[in-house]
């Protein structure tokens, strides 16, 4: 694999750390509900990235796993609540929350997803594409 910068992130109380090559594939502001209601905002900025490119640092003794473990689910830390990451796609991808990142990505959001099911008081004003549920290719 080619070297990319390394990032690192973690939750908001600090005992879950991670690093994260700077290669993500794509980044999209996601509006389903499952989103809005994890994060308690109007969507999550997440960023994708294959399983292999993603590695903790620190805390696997304060994780607390919300869905199947074997499966797709979230990551959380069990002292703060934060989301730190989510295992997707069969397993071969993370979705990176975007503001658990200490460093700025290379990438930045490229679409709306999922907004067949937004919040209802919450207007997207950016000019950026919008998908009724997640892009197909």
């Keep these: ?15 879950v ?19 809005r209601r994890t994060t308690g905002s109007a969507f999550k900025p ?13 805390g696997n003794d304060a994780l607390l796993i ?10 959380h830390c069990a002292t703060c609540g934060s989301l730190v990451h989510s295992v997707v796609r069969e397993g071969a991808y993370v979705h990176v929350p975007m503001g658990t990142l200490m460093d700025a990505p290379t990438i930045r ?7 067949g099911s937004k919040a209802p008081w ?9 998908y009724r549920e997640f892009p197909e290719g």
């Excluded at 919300?66 to 990551?75: E, K, S, T």
């Excluded at 919450?122 to 919008?130: N, V």
Aim: aromatic share 10%; hydrophobic share 35%; proline share 5%.
């Design 1 to 15: 694999m080619p070297e990319y910068r390394l990032l690192t992130g973690k939750c908001l109380c600090g005992a």
């Design 46 to 58: 997440i960023a994708g990235i294959r399983s292999e490119r993603f590695r903790r640092a620190g």
């Design 109 to 115: 959001p490229t679409a709306h997803i999922f907004v």
């Design 17 to 35: 750390e991670y690093q994260v090559d700077d290669a993500f594939e794509y980044a999209m502001n996601c509006h389903c509900s499952n989103c």
């Design 122 to 130: 919450y207007e997207i004003t950016d000019g950026l594409p919008q």
């Design 66 to 75: 919300y869905g199947n473990p074997d499966a797709a689910h979230d990551v």
